[in-house]
């Protein structure tokens, strides 16, 4: 199986400058780059995995990128190569709260990109940089958003922290089941999802200061999970969920866990001979007697509207699976990504 969600591009060649080293970006400097939101606790993280809290969320550094332009030359110097910021509301001593190391300082004259991405801990590649991020994203091991933010700024930011504007890059997919049979006792017992894009490049360029990330994902050559025309048991899984002993099922489907998984934005509409992105589950069927029955079913090609149905970043989809004695109905709803006190789909700082 493959393990990582590959997200490649190509490398922006430019050299890179440090310059005095110090502890966090020093306010009394006048001149040191920081980062932040003029009314910062106003924004909070808007994620749907985990907790929304402000206070879990500022625990959980981002890292970033920066590029300053030359006005001689327009040519991009970079200051900032993955370079982690955390929060130190405490004993930091940035204007924001938003410390790293070592510190970098405005030069007099140009402008700067930035590009950054929460959380810090995904495994960015080498070839990663302001103009295009590259990373490394295990959505079959990792079940943890991740998010994007961009900001080009004069020189010395007229005094101010960056502002970090995150977006959502990924898509909420999750499965619930129910029975309509109170008399039949149903129990799942595994599912895992086939046929879906999971390696992608992700672009984001300077000229779009607000980047639509739904669209900007560039999918890599073999992308597609592996499926066995024959056997679907010997397909690549993406995300296998199993119990031994079952989810027993009611007839209502709010009483199953709203477990989300994390995918790509991706169009599940494949041309003809490209097997359909599908669902693969097996659960058990008591009546007069128990029957185990493993089915395959294709993810709904188009929406409520009648639209062709794509799965976009900042937005999750649920799965409704209705189990009946003798067949599976599925139904597909779609909302926005959860919001605490912030635009929707994004995090302010």
Request: overall charge negative; glycine content about 6%; proline content about 7%.
């Amino acid at each position: 199986m493959r393990n990582h969600l590959m997200i490649w591009a190509l490398l922006l060649l430019g050299a890179c400058t440090t310059s005095e080293s110090s502890p966090t970006p020093d306010p009394e400097a006048g001149n040191a780059i920081s980062f932040g939101i003029a009314q910062q606790e106003s924004g909070r993280a808007s994620t749907l995995i985990g907790s929304t809290d402000q206070a879990d969320f500022r625990a959980q550094p981002f890292a970033v990128y920066g590029d300053w332009i030359d006005p001689r030359t327009s040519a991009p110097t970079e200051v900032f190569h993955d370079v982690e910021v955390s929060y130190q509301p405490q004993q930091g001593n940035s204007p924001s709260g938003w410390n790293y190391s070592p510190v970098q300082y405005w030069e007099p004259a140009g402008e700067y990109n930035f590009r950054a991405y929460w959380p810090a801990s995904a495994h960015v590649l080498g070839t990663a940089s302001a103009e295009t991020l590259a990373l490394e994203y295990s959505m079959l091991t990792r079940n943890e958003d991740l998010m994007v933010a961009y900001n080009h700024v004069p020189t010395k930011n007229n005094g101010e922290p960056v502002a970090l504007q995150f977006h959502h890059t990924l898509a909420a997919v999750a499965v619930k089941f129910h029975t309509l049979n109170s008399g039949m006792t149903c129990r799942v017992k595994e599912f895992f999802f086939t046929s879906l894009n999971y390696i992608g490049a992700l672009p984001y360029y300077s000229t779009d200061t607000t980047p639509d990330v739904t669209e900007s994902w560039i999918y890599a050559e073999g992308s597609r999970s592996y499926v066995d025309p024959d056997n679907i048991f010997l397909s690549e899984k993406l995300r296998p969920w199993s119990d031994p002993e079952g989810r027993t099922l009611t007839t209502s489907p709010d009483d199953y866990p709203e477990e989300f998984d994390l995918f790509l934005p991706q169009s599940l509409v494949v041309g003809a001979g490209t097997p359909p992105p599908s669902i693969t589950f097996t659960v058990d069927i008591e009546w007069d007697s128990t029957d185990t029955v493993s089915t395959t079913i294709a993810l709904p090609t188009t929406d409520s509207k009648g639209e062709e149905m794509v799965w976009r970043a900042g937005k999750k989809y649920i799965y409704v699976i209705t189990v009946e004695a003798d067949r599976f109905d599925i139904e597909v709803k779609s909302c926005e990504w959860d919001k605490v006190d912030a635009v929707i789909g994004d995090i302010l700082f």
